[in-house]
């Protein structure tokens, strides 16, 4: 999850020329680097200590700490959005029926809210939304629709990410809107429709805190649709097991947290095996789910003690390997069992790309736009993994959606919690804490509202689409 582990793993050819613009830019600073050994150590405690440190104990409406500005109660400003999105969606506002492509010549990000609402999410039947690409286009402002809910309305938000609770004060970064390329547009007023197929549902989340992100706000956007909010509720059924569910909806969006995705197990003598051919016992949790989102990643670029395990096995044996090849063979076993133990009948499968963090060039810090060169992108997490992802779901049997949200994330540049974050003991950070980005910024989770709601509407939106697998 850090440069460290990219400077460290096995270089692969195709990233070379990212590793010499690591190498110098490490060279040139002994003392960032050592900063940012810092910044991954207390990182990585925080990924650790988050997974174990409950969330929340039990659905408890919080006490508004921080009155929102905005004279209208959130609920009414939602009530009316909801109303323009439900008039924007009949047939006589959008003309001919025919989805425009809006990014024909409309650079004008500001001026884009010009009363034609982005078409809502689609129904199934509309061929051209199933051909263009949900995950390529832009990000456009869009403060009419966004965010979808408020912080301070969403009592299951942990503080981890709630960053205006935890004291920032600017607010753009929730207000931004993906406008995929070719397509009528995700998200503002699709959102209730979105919902609707989360009707009778089981929604399942599997991976790390990331994917817990991602839950935490379809949680939200799901607790903040609902007409009676009375009419939810939280269960921690295990340490890694929890579940959000919508009476009103018969609908359950739950996480299952298993980072390394195969099963970590600790001996007796506290060593920690990673055993590469079997999944952990929560997994047989998820039979019958309705929706599955897997992901993994960070996990596996962890170095020294920050590791996860002590050594790998396989048939009940020690054995040695490489980074790049234990991931693939821990891919492949999680392949094989969603090949043998998933009814594609009744289960949709998805997986959610890397999601990446902004550290040395492209620093989080004080980052409050996205960026809009591409060329300032500097990608991190080194791309062999991406494609032993890519190529163990193309070799499945069962059709998996690959939610390809890495390069739009990439561009979100200012929609992570920074310093506005808790520390390892759960506090938000203090105002000397503050001042020591360096030690305390984390630039790898998002906050809620903010992007992960995005990803969930790419999500419900690619569930009105024929699954299809990877290209
Ligand atoms: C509620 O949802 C479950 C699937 O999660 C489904 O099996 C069940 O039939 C639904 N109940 C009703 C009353 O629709
Ligand atoms: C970050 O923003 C604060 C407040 O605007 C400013 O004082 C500080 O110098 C900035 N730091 C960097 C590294 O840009
Ligand atoms: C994912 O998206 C990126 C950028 O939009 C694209 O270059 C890449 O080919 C996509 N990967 C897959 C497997 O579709």
Not at 80 to 96: D, E, F, M, V
Not at 422 to 449: F, N
Request: include cysteine.
């Amino acid at each position: 999850m850090d440069h460290s582990a990219v400077k460290s793993s096995p270089s692969p050819p195709s990233s070379s020329s990212r590793h010499q613009r690591w190498a110098l830019a490490t060279s040139l600073s002994t003392l960032l680097c050592l900063s940012i050994l810092v910044v991954v150590s207390v990182a990585g405690l925080l990924l650790l200590l988050g997974s174990s440190r409950p969330l929340f104990a039990a659905l408890m409406p919080r006490q508004q700490q921080q009155p929102e500005a905005d004279a209208e109660a959130p609920w009414e400003r939602y009530v009316k959005l909801a109303q323009q999105a439900a008039a924007s969606r009949s047939p006589s506002t959008s003309p001919g029926g025919v989805v425009r492509d809006r990014d024909a010549g409309d650079e004008d990000a500001e001026a884009e809210d010009d009363g034609v609402a982005p078409a809502p999410a689609p129904a199934p039947a509309q061929a051209p939304e199933e051909s263009c690409d949900l995950f390529e286009g832009r990000w456009v402002r869009d403060a009419a629709r966004y965010p979808m809910y408020e912080a301070a309305e969403c009592p299951l938000l942990s503080e981890q990410v709630t960053c205006r609770r935890n004291g920032r004060a600017d607010a753009g970064y929730e207000q931004w809107r993906w406008q995929p390329r070719g397509c009528g547009g995700v998200g503002g007023g699709g959102i209730e429709a979105g919902l609707e197929r989360l009707r009778n549902r089981r929604v399942v989340f599997v991976g790390d805190s990331l994917n817990r992100n991602m839950w935490e706000s379809l949680a939200c956007l799901v607790y903040t649709a609902v007409p009676d909010r009375s009419r939810v509720r939280v269960e921690d059924v295990a340490s890694d097991y929890r579940i959000f569910l919508a009476m009103d909806y018969n609908c359950s969006v739950e996480f299952i947290w298993s980072p390394l995705l195969v099963k970590l197990e600790t001996k007796q003598d506290r060593t920690r095996a990673l055993k590469l051919d079997q999944l952990p016992a929560t997994l047989e949790q998820i039979r019958g789910a309705d929706v599955l989102v897997f992901n993994t990643g960070h996990w596996w670029t962890h170095t020294g003690n920050l590791r996860a395990w002590d050594h790998l096995e396989r048939d009940g044996k020690m054995v040695e390997m490489g980074g790049d090849e234990a991931f693939n063979r821990a891919l492949r076993t999680w392949a094989r069992w969603v090949d043998q133990n998933v009814d594609t009948t009744k289960t949709r499968v998805f997986f959610r790309s890397v999601s990446p963090e902004h550290k040395g060039e492209n620093w989080c810090y004080n980052q409050t736009s996205p960026i809009t060169e591409e060329t300032k992108i500097v990608p991190w997490f080194p791309r062999t993994l991406v494609s032993i992802v890519e190529r163990n779901i193309r070799s499945m049997r069962t059709p998996v959606t690959y939610l390809n949200v890495t390069h739009l994330s990439e561009l979100r540049i200012d929609a992570h919690p920074s310093v506005y974050t808790i520390t390892g003991e759960g506090k938000p950070l203090s105002m000397e804490q503050r001042q020591q980005p360096l030690v305390y910024a984390d630039c790898s989770h998002w906050c809620l509202p903010g992007l992960p709601d995005t990803w969930n509407l790419l999500l419900l939106a690619s569930l009105a689409r024929s699954p299809i697998n990877v290209h």
